[in-house]
Nanobody, 123 residues
Framework: IQLMESGGGSVQAGGSLKLSCAISTYEGSRYCMGWFRQAPGKEPEGVAS???????NYADSVKGRFTISKDYSENFLFLQMDNLKPEDTATYYC??????????????????RGQGTQVTVSS
C-alpha cells in the first residue's frame, strides 16, 4: 500500500492550497479514505473523509472551507483548502483503511498513511 501526498506549502491567512494524494492500494483497503493532520504537540485530527458509499465527512473546524474529492479511478485523492487560517498549520497526511466503519473521519487515523506534507499558514 502506497500513498504519496503533494501540494503543501506556505500561504498567508485567507489563502488557498490544494493537496493531492496518489494512492496505490488494492480496492479492498479503501473502505475509508481521507486526510488527517497533526500539529506539533497535538493529537492527530481527522480533517475530511470518504466512505466507500460516497459519504463525505468533515471536521467541524474545516466545514465550509475544505473540500475533499477524488478522481473517477479513485487513484487520486484531493483536498482543496480555502480561507486558510493559522490554526490550520500542520502536517497533512493522506490515509486509507479497509476496515468497515461508520466513522471514517476517525478510522483513517488507524489506517495506512503517506509521508505527509507540511502546510504553514501565516497571519
Amino acid at each position: 500500500i502506497q500513498l504519496m501526498e503533494s501540494g503543501g506549502g506556505s500561504v498567508q491567512a485567507g489563502g488557498s492550497l490544494k493537496l493531492s494524494c496518489a494512492i496505490s492500494t488494492y480496492e479492498g483497503s479503501r473502505y475509508c479514505m481521507g486526510w488527517f493532520r497533526q500539529a506539533p504537540g497535538k493529537e492527530p485530527e481527522g480533517v475530511a473523509s470518504f466512505r466507500s458509499d460516497g459519504y463525505k465527512n468533515y471536521a467541524d473546524s474545516v466545514k465550509g472551507r475544505f473540500t475533499i474529492s477524488k478522481d473517477y479511478s479513485e487513484n487520486f485523492l484531493f483536498l482543496q483548502m480555502d480561507n486558510l487560517k493559522p490554526e490550520d498549520t500542520a502536517t497533512y497526511y493522506c490515509a486509507a483503511r479497509g476496515r468497515k466503519s461508520i466513522y471514517c473521519l476517525s478510522s483513517i487515523l488507524q489506517g495506512d498513511r503517506g509521508q505527509g506534507t507540511q502546510v504553514t499558514v501565516s497571519s
